[in-house]
């Protein structure tokens, strides 16, 4: 199986890959268009500032490839906030594939960090054989309760901590650093 993770300046990709190889995968980290399109999975990291990382990847014409991928697509943190309609942060337009403004947290400690419980709206594949669905969070904007949220985390108000649309899986928390309830998270990716 070829797993490529996206090259962009934002990402954490070195935990991603380590946590791949925990399961036996060694996955590619790329920004070349033609080897994305290529891979079986594709995840889309996040760890960054959304002007910035949507620059680079318009930059680097990767914006319009990513919407028109068909494999299985996983977006984790700011990746799946950047599959969204646009963000606060920097007023910026993201990719819209889920049609949903991710908005800052109001009222609430930012960032919301620490560990956290995700309720299962639509029995998300992404779950699957999860009995304690506890992830790692760390973020300060997050995705509103959408037709495409198929779970959803608590902090101060309820928001989308997974969303999911045809091929495409974002997750607001790390699974790559969420213990074995994210390697698990990770391998139902795989298994799609």
């Known amino acids: 199986m070829e797993v490529a ?13 380590y946590s791949l190889e925990r399961l036996g995968i060694t996955a590619i980290v790329t920004n070349d268009a033609e080897q994305i399109r290529k891979a079986d999975k594709v995840i889309f990291p996040g760890v960054g500032e959304a002007g910035s990382a949507m620059q680079f990847l318009k930059q680097h014409s ?20 950047l599959m969204c309609k646009s ?10 594939i889920f049609d ?8 609430e400690k930012v960032p919301h960090m620490g560990w956290n419980t995700v309720s299962n709206r639509s029995h998300s594949v992404l779950l699957k054989n999860i009995t304690d669905p506890y992830f790692y969070f760390v ?28 091929n495409f899986y974002g997750v607001q928390f790390h699974p790559e650093k969420s213990s074995d309830a994210g390697s698990t998270l990770i391998q139902n990716f795989l298994n799609l």
Do not use: W
Not at 62 to 81: E, K, T
């Open 100 to 107: 949903v403004p991710v908005i800052r947290f109001r009222g």
């Open 5 to 17: 993770i996206i090259k962009y300046n934002g990402g954490n990709t070195r935990s991603v890959l």
């Open 62 to 81: 990767l914006d319009v490839m990513i919407q028109s991928l068909a494999q299985p697509f996983l977006g984790i943190c700011l990746g799946m906030q």
């Open 139 to 166: 973020h300060s904007f997050y995705a509103p309760v959408v037709n495409d949220t198929a779970a959803t985390t608590f902090y101060g108000s309820t928001f989308s901590s997974i969303l999911q649309k045809a």
């Open 87 to 96: 963000s606060e942060e920097s007023n910026t337009n993201c990719l819209g």
